[in-house]
């Protein structure tokens, strides 16, 4: 993803959004289960690293829950 992100639009654009689903999906497209919820996880730690605010073990554990839920799209 980190490719295409160079390539986003300042205004970030309807367009931008597709592209970034786009690299995403090609991103995870042969990935596990588990390693999807990985690689968000990792992903979730650096945009808060970003941001200086700490993850939250409950709400941690809420996400992960319902990730690992076999109902976890009825959210």
Avoid: W
């Amino acid at each position: 993803m980190k490719s295409d992100l160079q390539n986003i639009s300042p205004s970030f654009t309807v367009e931008d959004i597709h592209k970034v689903r786009e690299q995403s999906y090609e991103n995870r497209k042969d990935m596990t289960p588990e390693e999807i919820c990985e690689d968000t996880h990792t992903g979730a730690e650096r945009f808060l690293q970003l941001f200086n605010a700490p993850l939250d073990s409950a709400i941690e554990s809420e996400v992960i829950g319902r990730l690992q839920s076999p109902r976890r799209l009825a959210v």
